[in-house]
C-alpha cells in the first residue's frame, strides 16, 4: 500500500466513522453523518476536500447517533435523535439522513415526529469548504491560504476560493431552504406522528450558479442513480456465486461490491478502467497495488488488468528526475489528481518512488497474455514491458550485482519502496534499520517472475532468442538469489541485502512472495513453510508481517508484525505451488473468519496479536477499508483453492480444487473465459464446468508453472522439433 515516512503518517480516522466510496470521491462522517474539520473527514473529490463541514442540528441540537449502515459502497443511511433540552432520554423527534457520493454528495433529510403533540423544528446546516490538498488532511497539516467567498442566489450558496492562479469552488443547492452564508435553515411544523423530507446537494463547481444536478438519490423504488446503474452493470458483466457456507459467499460478494466501488476511469481515455488502491486516501492510480488487485481480480474481470496496464504505460517514465524518482522504463508508484500544496510525493502530481511497481507490471502483462486478449492489444504493450525489463538492468540493478535494489533520490520521497513502504519496516532480527540501497526478497521474485513472462511471450511469438536470453537470466538470478539471501543456520530468506550486501536477517512474511513465483530452491521450501506457518509468524488470523520473537515486533505496527490480508493470500498461493495444501487451506480459513468479524469486508490489514489472546482480529487505527488488494484478497485465496487458471491462446483451462470441506458446494455461473461465460460447479471437490468456448478444454490436474514451459519452450527449440509436443500443448497455463 501506500506507506509514509515518519513525519508523513495519516492520523486515526476516529472509532465508528463512515466511509462511503464511489471512483476518485470518497466522504468520511461522524457516525451520526457530521463532518467536522478538525477531524480527517470531509467530503474528496480528486484527491481535494470540497466540503470540510457538514453539520446538522435541530432545534441548536445535534443529532445523537443511533444506527449508521453503508447500504452501497456509495450511499449510506444515517438515523440519530433529536435530544432533549428537559433532560428526558427519549424523544419523539427522529432524524434519518441518505447520503450518496458522487461528484460531491446529496443528502436526503427526513424527520419523523413519533410525538402525539406537534412538533416546531429548525432544522440548520452549516457547511464549510476549505478545500485542501488531501494531503493536508491526511498530515493534518491545513495551510488555509484560499481567499473565500460567498454568494447566496435564491435556495443556492456558493462558496468559491482562490490561491495564486488557482480557483476551486463549491455548489449547494437546498431547495426550500433559508440560504444564508453561514447557514442553510428549514423552519417545519411538523404534525403529530407524520414526517418531512428535504433533498440538499454539494457539488464541486467554479462556475455560477447552475440548474440543480440530476438526484443522486433514487427516492422511490424505481429510480436509479447513476452510481446504481453503474453498479448495475458491474454486477452484469461479473460472476455470481453461491456457497454452502455463507459466510465466505458473504465476504465475497462484498469483495465483488468494493472492487466494483474502487474503480475509477483514466481521465485521458474513459473507456479505460482501472483500480483505485483504496479509501480513504488512496482513491487513486497506484502502480503496485493497481497490479496486483487487477491480477487477483482477473477471473472476476480480466479487463481491469487491461486498463491499468494502458494506463500505468501512457505514463511509464522517459526521463531522468530525481524530484519525481522518475527514470526511463520506471513504472509510477501514484497519481496525484488535484494536488497544489507540494505535499505530495516528490512535490508533483506523478511520483515514481517504486521499486516493484515495474517488474509487477512484465508480470501482470503476462497474465492478461493468457486470459486471451487480441495479439494487437498486447503486441502495443510489448515495447513497454521492453522498457520496464531495461529499466530494471539500467537503473533497478544500482551497482551490477544482478540483484534490484532502491535508495531514495529526494528527502521528499519515501524510505523504502517496496510494498512495506513504511520508514521502519526493513530491519535486521535484532532491530536495527537496514541501510540502503535496499535489495528486496520479494522483489527479486517479481523480477524473476518478469524475465519469465516476457521469455515465454517470445517463445509464444516464435522469438526464440529473446525467450533463450531472458529464460537464462531469470535462471542465473534465481541461482544467485538462492546462495545469497538463504541463511542456512536460520532456515529462512533475509528480507533483504543491505546497502553492504549483509543479509537483514529478519523472519518477515516477504519471503513467502518467492514461493509464488517459484524463486525458493525445492529443498528450502519445507522450512520456509514451517516458518510461515510458526506460532512467532501465524497470529491464528494470518501470517505476521514480521516474527514475533524479531526485535523490531509489534503487533500494532504497520509492517512490524500486523496481518496483511493480501500478503497471505500471496503466500497461501505459494504455499500451494510447493504442494503445501493443508497450510494454505489453513490461512484462507483464518482469513475468512477474520471478515465475520468486519461485516465480510477484510480491512487492509489488522494488528497481529494472537488468536488466543484476542478473541477477535483487533483493528488497525488507520487500516484503509475499503481498500483494493484486501477487497481481492477472499477472490485470490478461493481461486487459490480451486486452483483455477487459464491459457486461452493454447485452449486450456485449468481446475483442480482442494476447499475445505466447511467451505460447502461452490457454484459460479457467468464467470469470464474465452469471451464467454462459463458455469462451474463444485461438490466435494469434484469439479464440472459448462458453456467452455470453442477451442478451449477443461483439465483436471496440476496446473504446470511457467517457468516448466519456459523450460520446456528451450528444450523443444535445441532439440529442432518441428512442432510443440502435444503433452506440453495440453498443458499451457499462466503462473
Given amino acids: 500500500m501506500a506507506g ?27 457516525p451520526n453523518g457530521d463532518i467536522h474539520p478538525e477531524y480527517p473527514h470531509g467530503v474528496f473529490f480528486q484527491d481535494t476536500r470540497i466540503v470540510s463541514r457538514w453539520s446538522l442540528t435541530v432545534n441548536g441540537q445535534s443529532l445523537e447517533p443511533l444506527a449508521a449502515e453503508t447500504k452501497e459502497p456509495y450511499r449510506a443511511l444515517f438515523a440519530g435523535r433529536v435530544t432533549r433540552s428537559d433532560g428526558y432520554a427519549d424523544s419523539p423527534l427522529i432524524v434519518e439522513r441518505l447520503r450518496e457520493v458522487g461528484a460531491g454528495i446529496q443528502e ?35 495551510q488555509g491560504r484560499w481567499e473565500e467567498t460567498r454568494e447566496v442566489e435564491g435556495d443556492t450558496l456558493a462558496i468559491r476560493a482562490v490561491w495564486q492562479d488557482v480557483r476551486k469552488g463549491l455548489l449547494i443547492q437546498a431547495p426550500g431552504a433559508d440560504v444564508a452564508q453561514d447557514a442553510l435553515t428549514y423552519a417545519v411544523s411538523l404534525a403529530p406522528h407524520s414526517q418531512w423530507s428535504t433533498l440538499v446537494t454539494a457539488v464541486p463547481s467554479a462556475e455560477a450558479a447552475s440548474p440543480p444536478p440530476p438526484s443522486f438519490i433514487h427516492i422511490d423504488g424505481e429510480k436509479l442513480s447513476p452510481r446504481d446503474r453503474r453498479r448495475q452493470e458491474w454486477v452484469a458483466k461479473i460472476p455470481k456465486l453461491h456457497m454452502g457456507n455463507h459466510s465466505i459467499e458473504r465476504s465475497l460478494r462484498r469483495s465483488y461490491d468494493d472492487l466494483g466501488a474502487l474503480r475509477i476511469e483514466d481521465p485521458n481515455h474513459p473507456e479505460r478502467i482501472v483500480v483505485a488502491a483504496g479509501a480513504p486516501w488512496f482513491m487513486t492510480l497506484f502502480g503496485r497495488d493497481s497490479l496486483w488487485a487487477s491480477e487477483m481480480a482477473m477471473p472476476v474481470d480480466p479487463s481491469l488488468a487491461l486498463g491499468t496496464l494502458q494506463t500505468l504505460a501512457d505514463r511509464q517514465g522517459s526521463v531522468v528526475d530525481r524530484m519525481s524518482e522518475e527514470e526511463p522504463g520506471k513504472i509510477l508508484h501514484e497519481v496525484r489528481l488535484d494536488v497544489s500544496s507540494g505535499l505530495s510525493l516528490g ?94 526478497c520479494e522483489v527479486q521474485a517479481y523480477v524473476y517472475d518478469a524475465y519469465m513472462a516476457r521469455a515465454w511471450i517470445a ?163 488507520t487500516a484503509c477499508s475499503p481498500q483494493a488488494w484486501a477487497a481481492t484478497t477472499p477472490i485470490q485465496l478461493v481461486t487459490t483453492l480451486m486452483r483455477y487458471d487459464t491459457h486461452v491462446s493454447r485452449g486450456g483451462f485449468w481446475m483442480d480444487p482442494v476447499l475445505p470441506e466447511s467451505y460447502g458446494e461452490l457454484h459460479i455461473t457467468n464467470a469470464p473465459m474465452a469471451g ?49 509436443r502435444e503433452d506440453a500443448r495440453a498443458t499451457q497455463n499462466q503462473e
Wanted: hydrophobic residues 40%.
Fill in 4 to 30: 509514509w515516512n515518519a513525519d508523513t503518517a495519516a492520523g486515526p480516522v476516529g472509532a465508528g466513522t463512515i466511509t462511503l466510496v464511489e471512483g476518485t470521491s470518497f466522504c468520511i462522517s461522524l
Fill in 459 to 621: 517463445y509464444d511469438a516464435g522469438d526464440t532468442a529473446l525467450g533463450d536470453q531472458l529464460a537464462d537470466r531469470a535462471q542465473d538470478l534465481k541461482k544467485r538469489f538462492n546462495e545469497q539471501f538463504w541463511i542456512p543456520d536460520r532456515g529462512y530468506y533475509a528480507i533483504a541485502l543491505d546497502g553492504k550486501k549483509r543479509q537483514v536477517d529478519a523472519c518477515a512474511s516477504n519471503m513467502g512472495h518467492c514461493l509464488w513465483v517459484g524463486l525458493v530452491d525445492e529443498d528450502k521450501a519445507p522450512q520456509v513453510a514451517e516458518h510461515l506457518m510458526s506460532p512467532e509468524m501465524f497470529s491464528g488470523w494470518g501470517v505476521r508481517t514480521l516474527a514475533s520473537n524479531m526485535g523490531a515486533y509489534n503487533p500494532a505496527s504497520y509492517h512490524n508484525g500486523s496481518v496483511w490480508p493480501h500478503d497471505n493470500a500471496v503466500i497461501a498461493a505459494g504455499l500451494m505451488r510447493y504442494g503445501f495444501v493443508a497450510e494454505a487451506q489453513r490461512i484462507a480459513t483464518a482469513l475468512l473468519e477474520a471478515a465475520e468479524y468486519s461485516e465480510g469486508r477484510l480491512p487492509e490489514l489488522f494488528c497481529g496479536f494472537s488468536r488466543d489472546q484476542f478473541a477477535e482480529p483487533v483493528p488497525y487505527p
Fill in 347 to 440: 512535490g508533483k502530481s506523478v511520483y515514481y518512488g517504486s521499486i516493484d511497481a515495474t517488474p509487477l507490471f512484465v508480470t501482470v502483462l503476462g497474465s492478461v497474455s493468457r486470459w486471451g486478449f487480441g495479439k494487437e492489444t498486447i503486441a502495443a504493450l510489448l515495447p513497454h514491458a521492453d522498457r520496464a525489463l531495461d529499466w530494471i538492468r539500467n537503473y533497478g540493478d544500482r551497482d551490477g550485482d544482478g540483484f534490484v535494489e532502491y535508495e531514495r533520490l529526494n528527502p521528499q520521497g519515501l524510505i523504502n519502496q517496496g510494498w512495506k513502504d513504511s520508514w521502519d519496516a526493513i530491519n535486521f532480527a535484532n532491530g536495527r534499520l537496514a541501510e540502503p540501497p535496499i535489495a528486496l
Fill in 676 to 724: 464467454g461465460r462459463i458455469t462451474i460447479d463444485i461438490a466435494n471437490s469434484v469439479p464440472t464446468v459448462q458453456g467452455l468456448p470453442d477451442g478451449m478444454a477443461f483439465h483436471k490436474g496440476h496446473r504446470p508453472w511457467l517457468a516448466e514451459l519456459v523450460k520446456d519452450a528451450g528444450l523443444q527449440r535445441k532439440a529442432s522439433s518441428p512442432k510443440p
Fill in 108 to 142: 436526503q433529510v427526513t424527520i419523523r415526529n413519533y410525538s402525539p403533540d406537534p412538533a416546531e423544528c429548525t432544522i440548520s446546516i452549516r457547511a464549510e469548504a476549505d478545500f485542501a490538498d488531501l494531503f493536508e488532511v491526511k498530515e493534518a497539516r491545513i
